[in-house]
């Protein structure tokens, strides 16, 4: 196959029929417009990479994800992997340069290094006390502005497949993604999710950066973004409430990963979630094989509705 080891999650690529409209979302969601073109919207988070997510004009859709190579040189050995386009220039704002690739669903998984970085926006950071260490924030007051959430980054892409082990062995053999959680039901060999890291060696990296769900359609379960702490999901939450968004799931902990977690769906029922301290993990945590608990998927909060657990848009 030829694959290398990616670093990280980029961006998600979407469809969106009017930009306007998608870029208000994304704007109540807690983007920043980066840039935007006749046909296409370009939004950032507070960190400085160019865009995290892209809405391109047209009839709703995912297209796919970008994924980060440690290296040019990288791009080079991944266009030489079956099924790869040779390395191109980005023609859009940002630029960079990538390698695309189908996978096993038929989205495009990008491989980009070089897109343009760009200046941190503000953000307020204000230390929480606890009741071992009560003096964290003394004389400081908390005082929080209303408003949308801070989306930081992207955190994860989660697709629903009609055949799990080979989505997910192509990810790995493509991409280097590592097993954090495989999950099953009933008998150890049926898999119904896995979790999969970036393998950055010694390097702590989120517990999951792509999460594949065994179920009846293949389609976008949710794209995930990571926002400043818990104040940030609770005011991101209201604010999208107050908006008149639907809510899909949350607020809650999960078990798997442990992220404080909401998700919401967009103008076209595509599920997009707000999340705050994962658990992290290296390259020499070992694959671990966990039992499904649907009544315990969260360690606090509301479980998963159903209609979330088997939501997926093309
Ligand atoms: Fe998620």
């Not at 065994?214 to 609770?234: A, C, P, R, T, Y």
């Not at 909401?262 to 999340?275: A, L, T």
């Not at 479980?303 to 657990?309: G, K, L, W």
Request: negative net charge.
């Amino acid at each position: 196959m030829g694959g290398i080891k990616v670093t990280d999650i980029a961006f998600g690529r979407m469809r969106a029929p009017d930009l306007d409209r998608a870029e208000q979302f994304l704007a109540d969601f807690g983007l920043v417009r980066s840039d935007r073109t006749r046909t296409a919207l370009y939004m950032r988070g507070t960190d400085p990479a160019h865009h995290l997510y892209v809405a391109e004009l047209g009839e709703p859709a995912f297209v796919g994800c970008g994924f980060y190579a440690r290296s040019e040189e990288d791009l080079h050995k991944l266009a030489r992997a079956d099924g790869a386009c040779a390395v191109e220039s980005i023609d859009e704002p940002g630029g960079g340069k990538r390698v695309r690739l189908r996978d096993p669903l038929g989205y495009e998984i990008e491989v980009v290094h070089g897109i343009e970085r760009v200046a941190p926006l503000p953000l307020r950071r204000q230390l929480l006390n606890y009741g071992s260490e009560r003096h964290r924030r003394a004389g400081e007051l908390m005082r929080l502005s209303k408003g949308p959430a801070h989306v930081r980054r992207i955190g994860h892409m989660v697709l629903m497949s009609t055949d799990l082990p080979k989505t997910v062995q192509w990810y790995r053999s493509m991409l280097g993604f590592l097993c954090s959680d495989d999950v099953y039901a009933e008998r150890e060999d049926n898999l119904v999710g896995s979790f999969n890291r970036c393998d950055r060696g010694e390097e702590y990296v989120d517990h999951h950066v792509f999460f594949c769900i065994q179920g009846k359609k293949i389609g976008l379960n949710h794209l995930s973004f990571e926002v400043e702490d818990i104040d940030d999901v609770m005011l991101g939450h209201e604010h999208l409430k107050q908006k008149g968004y639907r809510h899909a799931w949350g607020i809650g902990r999960h078990r798997l990963g442990s992220q404080v977690y909401d998700y919401w769906y967009d103008p076209w029922g595509r599920g997009h979630e707000h999340w705050t301290d994962t658990d992290l993990l290296n390259a020499k945590a070992p694959p671990n094989l966990a039992r499904a608990m649907i009544d315990t998927a969260s360690q606090w909060g509301e479980q998963a509705p159903q209609e979330f657990r088997e939501h997926a848009t093309p």
